[in-house]
Structure formats: structure tokens, C-alpha cells
């Protein structure tokens, strides 16, 4: 074996990627080099931009990340596009291993008529979009409309729907886009309707998401006591499940408590499924949902089936959050079906031959599919870079030249990438942090990424 370090390109520069570079550092086995690769000037990804912006305190695992990008065997390529700027044939020259931590960008369809309409949105782009991520800064939701629906009960479900029932004053000190909190300023939304298609027992929110409705200055939780009945298989489900348990209990909190007389509200409806999204003049004009029972399929998961009941939603806007999946990437094994990469504990695999493909690993959402907490990718990145230590001793080492011309470096300025650096980084981050301190907000957000690398270059 070589005894110079190993070179590990990483491509993404959100959760899993910076826990992947952690792992690799940390052990002292084998000497390593690690370069991190974004589409966008600033690191962190899914932190930056898909933590809700009054939800601080999660943000705060950037201080760690910062640390490993502070070693000095960790390198951070801002503004490098792959697939559009550079590809693997770019980055196999330059190193040995190359892994990927892409998260899932895109979103799963309804799959019902009048999806296509405007004001008919996924969640992910409207989570981008008060999150000031430049390719949504331009989206402009129309919250001129009393209803909304969120379709989908995880945790992004209810952070929009949050965002949509906090007063503007609630979310003045967060970090939230300018123009999305000049926008929710303006907004004449009063009622969120928040639906699942399965029942409470089957809700995917964590307890400090549901519970956090309860405590908003302008919203009531409402929830119909008939959707909180349980059938038998539902109840034995959360019988041994403390946490079922609560969330279920925090429901009935709110059934018994009912309305206040707070000017908005946000309805929790259970087993409904939408069937149309009415349009008038091309945008939404109301939501059609079916009523759904639970039926238990052999295995014993409970499956929801339309029983042929139907309500109507008086709403202007539709935002659904039903699932995420990967995109593929030019040269990169991917599986249709899953919606991500295809991989044995995060060694790519050659959807042909099912062997891993030698040098090729992927860590996160874009590994094992949309699921888990920020915190779930440590574990999962540290399987990664276990079996990466592993297939170091059969692994055929790229044939590497230093010399100036034949460095990233060289190959990036060839591809037209101008590149930002973690310092580079750090003085937009300081520009941000500093005009955020005037209007005593953790930060103001650049939206543009010309305005970011002006502020990277002073």
C-alpha cells in the first residue's frame, strides 16, 4: 500500500458529509486527506436550509462541523456543481475514494388532478424558500388566501405548517428569509388544515414538533375527537410505545381544549387522503380529500383505504410533504424504485452485477432514503467509513501528481469552477452574523450567490 495519505473526495457538504469527514479524521489508523464538494457557496446543507428558521438551537450543531473543517486535512470546495461543472472523471484522478452525501432533492407527487396548478407546492420548495436558499429566493408564494393545506404528518409537514401560524413578531428573530418574512407579514392565512392519510397512531412527528403547537401566540391546535379514535390494531401499536404514547396524548390535549379565539388555526385531520385539487383561473380554489379506514395488511402494517366519503376544503394553497427521493447523478449507480443510490452499508453497488463498485461509497438520505433525525447520519456515516478503512487494503490507489497543472485545483479553474474556500466561507458567514446583530437576529441571509462571493472575497 502507498504511504501517502488517502485521498477522499466527498461530495455534498451537508450532515452526513461533514460527519463522514469527522469519522475519517478521527481514527488514526490511516492517514487521510478529505475534500468536501457543494453546488453552493455556503456549507451545511440540510442545516442551513431545512431546519426551520425558529428552531435555532438544532443549528448549533454547526459548531462542530466548523471543527472539522478547520482540520487541516479537511478541504471545503464551495460552488463546485457536480454534474453540470465537474463529474467523476474529474474527480477519480485526484482521489482514491470518492463519496457521496447528495441527501434526496427532490419530492414524491400526489398524484391526484389539479396537482400542476399554481399554488399547488411541495414543502420543499417552501421550506427553501423562508430558508433564503438561492434557487427558491424567487418563489413567491401567494399567502393572500385564508386556507391551506399541508398534506403529510413527518416533522417538515409541521414546520411549515408552523411557520404558516406563527405572527410575523414570532419569527422576526430567527433567521428567516427578508423577503419570506416581509411576505408572512402580509399574509391573510387563518386556517392550516394538517392531514394524514393514516391515523394518529401512524403520525411520523417527533413529540417536541407536535407538542410545540400547543405553546403559539397566535394559532389554536384544533383536532376532531372523532379522528382520534383508534381501532384495535392502531391501539395495541402505541401500547408499548412511549413515544405514540405522548404524541397521542398531546392530540387529545388539544380535542379537549378546542378553540380559543386565536386568530388562526391549524386542523389536524386524520384519515384523509386528497382526491383533486379544484383550480379556478389556473391556481388552487378548494381541496377534495377522501375519508380513509385502516386495514391490516399479512405482515401486520396497516394500509389506508378510501372508503368512498368525500369533504371539501375551502383552501388557496395545497404544500405536500409525503416523501423525498434522490436524483440521480450522471456516472453514479441509482435505483429508480428506492429513489436513491444503491448500497451494501454504503458501498455503491453495480445495479448490474450487485458487487460494490471499487472506490465508491455514499453516506445519508441519498444511502438509506429519507429518514432519521440530523443526528441519525453520524451513526450512518461512521458504518461508511468503517467499510471504507476495510477495502483500503484491496483497493487499487490513484496515481496522483502534485504538481502544479495537475492538482484539483488545476482541474476546477478548468472547468470553470470558481471555488470558495472554508475561510472564504467564513467571511460570508461573519457578514451575515454581523447585519443580523443590528436588527438583533441570529443573522440576515444572503439569497444570491453573487452577493455570497462578494462577500467571500471582501
Not at 121 to 142: C, K
Amino acid at each position: 500500500m502507498s504511504d501517502r495519505a488517502v485521498r477522499i473526495a466527498v461530495v455534498g457538504a451537508g450532515p452526513s458529509a461533514f460527519y463522514a469527514a469527522a469519522a475519517l479524521v478521527k481514527q488514526e489508523d490511516v492517514a487521510v486527506r478529505v475534500d468536501l464538494f457543494d453546488r453552493l457557496p455556503a456549507p451545511y446543507g440540510l442545516v442551513r436550509y431545512g431546519v426551520a428558521p425558529d428552531h435555532q438551537n438544532i443549528k448549533a450543531v454547526t459548531r462542530a462541523y466548523a471543527r472539522t473543517a478547520e482540520d487541516e486535512r479537511v478541504r471545503f470546495f464551495g460552488g463546485v456543481d457536480f454534474g453540470a461543472q465537474i463529474d467523476l472523471a474529474t474527480l477519480r484522478p485526484h482521489y482514491d475514494m470518492v463519496v457521496f452525501a447528495v441527501g434526496a432533492q427532490s419530492d414524491r407527487a400526489l398524484g391526484v388532478p389539479g396537482e400542476d396548478l399554481r399554488g399547488s407546492l411541495s414543502a420543499t420548495e417552501f421550506v427553501a424558500w423562508y430558508n433564503g436558499h438561492p434557487d427558491r429566493r424567487d418563489l413567491a408564494p401567494d399567502l393572500d388566501v385564508e386556507g391551506v393545506a399541508v398534506i403529510g404528518v413527518g416533522n417538515v409537514a409541521m414546520d411549515v405548517a408552523r411557520i404558516l401560524a406563527k405572527s410575523v413578531d414570532e419569527l422576526r428573530g430567527t433567521d428567516i428569509a427578508d423577503h419570506a418574512l416581509e411576505a408572512l407579514a402580509r399574509s391573510r392565512v387563518e386556517r392550516i388544515h394538517v392531514l394524514g392519510r393514516r391515523g394518529p397512531a401512524q403520525a411520523k412527528f417527533t413529540t417536541p414538533e407536535i407538542r410545540e403547537f400547543g405553546t403559539l401566540e397566535h394559532a389554536d391546535a384544533i383536532v376532531d375527537p372523532a379522528d382520534l379514535e383508534l381501532d384495535a390494531h392502531s391501539r395495541a401499536s402505541i401500547e408499548h410505545d412511549r413515544v405514540s404514547q405522548t404524541n397521542y396524548e398531546i392530540l387529545q390535549s388539544y380535542a379537549e381544549r378546542g378553540a380559543t379565539g386565536k386568530p388562526r388555526q391549524v386542523r389536524f385531520g386524520f384519515l384523509r387522503s386528497p382526491a383533486e385539487i379544484h383550480g379556478r383561473d389556473g391556481r388552487v380554489a378548494g381541496l377534495r380529500v377522501e375519508k380513509n379506514r385502516l386495514v391490516s395488511s399479512a405482515d401486520g402494517y396497516l394500509n389506508a383505504e378510501g372508503t368512498g366519503e368525500f369533504e371539501e376544503l375551502d383552501v388557496g394553497m395545497v404544500l405536500r410533504s409525503v416523501g423525498y427521493r434522490g436524483v440521480p447523478l450522471p456516472g453514479v449507480p441509482f435505483d429508480e424504485r428506492r429513489g436513491r443510490i444503491p448500497n451494501d452499508h454504503g458501498r455503491v453497488l453495480n445495479p448490474e452485477t450487485g458487487e460494490p463498485v471499487p472506490g465508491m461509497y455514499v453516506v445519508g438520505w441519498a444511502k438509506r432514503g429519507p429518514s432519521g433525525v440530523i443526528g441519525t447520519n453520524k451513526k450512518d456515516a461512521e458504518e461508511t467509513v468503517a467499510w471504507m478503512l476495510r477495502d483500503l487494503r484491496h483497493l487499487r490507489r490513484a496515481g496522483i501528481d502534485d504538481r502544479p497543472g495537475h492538482r484539483i485545483e488545476d482541474a476546477l479553474r478548468e472547468a470553470g469552477c470558481d471555488a470558495v474556500t472554508f475561510d472564504e466561507w467564513r467571511a460570508i458567514d461573519a457578514a451575515e452574523v454581523a447585519a443580523g446583530e443590528a436588527e438583533g437576529r441570529p443573522r440576515r441571509k444572503f439569497v444570491d450567490v453573487a452577493e455570497m462571493r462578494a462577500a467571500a472575497r471582501g
